[in-house]
């Protein structure tokens, strides 16, 4: 590589390092302003219901599209563990019916005559939890 005594070296190693850190920096907030313009997290005021056509988990979040008609949005951590899988990200399914009414943070999806239950943001039946 090069000597510690190298002041040459080691100044155009650490502008590599900072303009990198730089490029990484704005890469990963122009990907975020992206993913929040296209996705945006569902809000307890929001009503939403329709028929999903499109869920991609993507970290914690849903990915969602309803009706085909670009009605996209996220949502956030929801859990309950009386469901296998228990992680809504892996348990909404295309298909599925989903409805959540204004000022509530109750998400009630229907599937072949069933309904089922999640909270935006919440955990439920953590008694359940297996691991």
Same mark, same amino acid.
């Given at each position: 590589?090069?000597?510690?005594?190298?002041?040459?070296?080691?100044?155009?190693?650490?502008?590599?390092?900072?303009?990198?850190?730089?490029?990484?920096?704005?890469?990963?907030?122009?990907?975020?302003?992206?993913?929040?313009?296209?996705?945006?997290?569902?809000?307890?005021?929001?009503?939403?219901?329709?028929?999903?056509?499109?869920?991609?988990?993507?970290?914690?979040?849903?990915?969602?599209?309803? +009706? %085909? @008609?670009?009605?996209?949005?996220?949502?956030? !951590?929801?859990?309950?563990?009386?469901?296998?899988?228990?992680? #809504? $990200?892996?348990?909404?399914?295309?298909?599925?019916?989903?409805?959540?009414?204004? +000022? %509530? @943070?109750?998400?009630?999806?229907?599937?072949? !005559?069933?309904?089922?239950?999640?909270?935006?943001?919440?955990? #439920? $039946?953590?008694?359940?939890?297996?691991?």
């Amino acid at each position: 590589m090069f000597s510690i005594d190298d002041d040459k070296k080691w100044g155009q190693f650490i502008k590599l390092m900072v303009g990198g850190f730089v490029v990484f920096g704005a890469i990963f907030i122009i990907g975020n302003v992206w993913m929040d313009d296209q996705y945006p997290n569902i809000k307890t005021t929001d009503e939403i219901e329709g028929k999903v056509t499109s869920i991609k988990p993507y970290q914690s979040a849903s990915l969602v599209e309803l +009706n %085909s @008609d670009g009605n996209t949005f996220a949502i956030l !951590g929801a859990r309950n563990y009386k469901y296998d899988p228990y992680d #809504l $990200n892996y348990f909404l399914k295309e298909g599925d019916y989903l409805q959540k009414n204004m +000022n %509530s @943070d109750t998400l009630m999806i229907k599937r072949d !005559g069933k309904e089922y239950v999640f909270v935006i943001g919440g955990y #439920l $039946n953590k008694e359940l939890r297996k691991d």
